[in-house]
């Protein structure tokens, strides 16, 4: 049997920046993954907003998005915000996780797809759980787990070029409770979705999803459709996310912003401090060092994002949500939104 400074369980992108940076740092390092292949059961729309384009640099990004559209549902006059600077890409979220993978690999992570967790071959002294948002790490660990979930569906394709890049946002409670529906079309591929409470959905989400591409502008394929969604984190960080025996990071963390449900500048920001920790601890020994890594602290900053989605889930009715439109038109409404989607 192998033994290793490090197990990290989940070959996302949270999982495989920590384990580069521990292998990077001089740990043994071992990746297991359940799946056979990282181009299949990708679960995130590959978002990418201004803070993380500016502080890391990323491969397989599409053209900047700076124009963000929000809908009623009557879909009648949106309310647009424009931006000064690039504030949204979308990556091609299987060659980054190829591109992270090698990255993991040269510095000295084994990653081994097609192993479960927990597995035979491998012991470690610490276990990272970067495996989603029903995290088995989490329980096995005996630390928090994510309980606030909403769930998504999405279909990605290609389309033909010469569109205006836009992301549109549509708030509609009998198509996506408690969250929205999207077009992301940024010149190149389009990303339709949908995402919601799985306890107020009408029908499946498949049909959901039909339903909101007939009534709604979406562009045309222009190659093949790939489909792909699952459950998210919007409860905000874990309280318990660390002990003597390991940690979570990514979704498995709640690293999640409860309002925009998007996760993959947190889980950069997180899987940096998760192997600063990490390391200083089995260096040192030292359980104090574990401190550091506090969920109860460092979920404060998602206060008011977790008020404004407790506000998102009363929009029950079609009609609450065209009168808060009323408010979104105002300049202070307008305000608020860009504070939200472009920061």
């Not at 599409?62 to 006059?77: C, N, T």
Request: hydrophobic share 40%; aromatic share 6%; net charge positive.
């Amino acid at each position: 049997m192998d033994t290793v400074d490090v197990l990290v369980v989940g070959a996302g992108l949270a999982g495989l920046n920590t384990a580069r940076l521990l292998a990077d740092a001089g740990l043994d390092v071992a990746v297991c993954e359940r799946r056979t292949s990282l181009e299949t059961g990708i679960r995130t729309t590959g978002i990418f907003v201004r803070r993380t384009l500016e502080d890391y640099e990323l491969p397989h990004l599409g053209p900047a998005v700076r124009r963000v559209l929000l809908y009623p549902p009557s879909h009648e006059k949106p309310v647009e915000l424009v931006s000064t600077r690039d504030e949204f890409r979308v990556g091609d979220m299987a060659a980054i996780y190829a591109q992270a993978v090698r990255d993991a690999e040269r510095a000295g992570a084994q990653v081994r797809l097609n192993a479960g967790y927990p597995g035979k071959a491998t012991r470690a002294r610490f276990t990272i759980g970067a495996d989603g948002a029903r995290s088995t790490v989490a329980r096995r660990l005996g630390l928090d787990v994510n309980r606030r979930l909403i769930t998504g569906i999405e279909e990605v394709y290609p389309v033909r070029t010469g569109s205006a890049p836009a992301f549109h946002c549509v708030v509609d409670p009998r198509l996506a409770p408690g969250y929205i529906a999207w077009v992301i079309d940024d010149g190149e591929h389009a990303h339709v979705g949908l995402a919601g409470r799985a306890d107020r959905f009408t029908a499946p989400l498949p049909q959901l999803l039909t339903r909101f591409r007939g009534s709604f502008p979406v562009p045309e394929p222009a190659g093949p459709v790939r489909r792909r969604g699952g459950p998210i984190p919007v409860g905000g960080l874990l309280r318990r996310i660390v002990s003597p025996r390991g940690l979570l990071v990514g979704d498995a963390a709640g690293a999640v912003s409860p309002l925009t449900a998007g996760g993959l500048d947190p889980c950069m920001r997180m899987s940096e401090l998760a192997a600063s920790v990490t390391f200083d601890y089995l260096r040192s020994g030292n359980r104090h060092v574990l401190e550091h890594y506090d969920g109860a602290a460092l979920r404060r900053r998602y206060l008011l994002r977790s008020q404004l989605r407790r506000g998102l889930s009363l929009v029950r009715g079609p009609g609450i949500a065209e009168l808060a439109f009323g408010l979104l038109r105002t300049p202070p409404g307008q305000a608020v939104a860009k504070k939200i989607l472009f920061t």
